[in-house]
């Protein structure tokens, strides 16, 4: 990794480090075109009352993301999920629900401050079929094909090596394994130049791929069925999206 992107995730783990503390101290920002935005866009509002209502508040207060993976995923029970960049766990908290005793879900993520929060969500929840691990989603500390389903919401944007991303998702799935991801994605025609005018990179604008580069992306790593949806704006063209795809059925 060169200084560049280190720096840059350095300064995202910075800013998520601070939302963690932030949400625990009861006032957080999140992804945004602003430092310190909420809105309709991003959070627990994308999620049903009844999914919210099946939650410790403080797990729910916690939500960051774009959307709601683990209604994209169609869970089912006993199976292994794993949840890249998991931040206060809403999704993997949810995803324990649906995959019930026999099933276990994984959450990863990078900054200390966000594993404390979902350990401490965890508990308050009383979820026995959880774990989180430290470590990078370019990077995931667990052997080939060991999950049915991979979830994310509103990560990948972020990462400095989505190519990456894409392969460990790939190397961790069973044959034939699915992915349910939220996240934000660009209007193709907008320029990377035009993406960072429309939000940082932290606030997850600047880093978000266009449709078709997310389409490549999977389709390099080996995914097939590509579906990507947007679902709403959160800024002039960018959008939120829906991401479903499956691996290869012989894996890789
Ligand atoms: C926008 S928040 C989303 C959190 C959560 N998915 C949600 O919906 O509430 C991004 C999260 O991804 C984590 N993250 C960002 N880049 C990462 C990376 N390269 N590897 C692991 N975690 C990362 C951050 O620490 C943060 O918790």
């Known amino acids: 990794m060169d200084d560049q992107a280190a720096d840059l995730r350095e300064t995202v783990r910075l800013r998520y480090a601070a939302t963690a503390l932030a949400v625990t101290a009861g006032s957080a920002d999140r992804c945004g075109p602003a430092p310190v935005e909420v ?6 509002g994308l999620y049903s009352g009844a999914d919210r209502d099946a939650l410790p508040a403080e797990a729910v207060a916690a939500s960051l993301g774009c959307g709601n993976p683990t209604a994209v995923a169609e869970l089912r029970e006993g199976e292994r999920v794993l949840d890249l ?9 949810l995803s324990a629900r649906r995959v019930g005793p026999t099933g276990k879900v994984y959450g990863l993520d990078m900054t200390e401050e966000m594993l404390a929060l979902a350990r401490s969500n965890a508990r308050e929840a009383g979820a026995t ?16 094909r060991t999950v049915d389903v991979v979830i994310s919401n509103c990560v990948v944007n972020l990462s400095t090596d989505k190519p990456a991303v894409f392969a460990e998702m790939a190397r961790v799935l069973v044959p034939g394994g699915r992915v349910g991801v939220t996240d934000v994605v660009a209007a193709d025609h907008l320029t990377p130049a035009e ?14 791929l266009s449709f078709t580069e997310y389409r490549e992306h999977l389709a390099a790593a080996g995914f097939t069925d590509v579906e990507i949806v947007p679902t ?3 800024v002039e063209d960018v959008h939120s999206a829906i991401i479903r795809a499956t691996a290869p059925a012989r894996g890789r």
């Open 195 to 208: 993406r960072a005018e429309r939000g940082s990179h932290v606030g997850c604008v600047a880093g978000a």
């Open 85 to 93: 960049g998991s931040g206060g766990g809403i999704d993997v908290l």
């Open 39 to 44: 809105d309709g866009n991003f959070g627990s």
């Open 129 to 144: 079929n959880v774990e989180f691990l430290k470590g990078h989603i370019e990077a995931i500390p667990l052997p080939a």
């Open 232 to 234: 709403h704006a959160v």
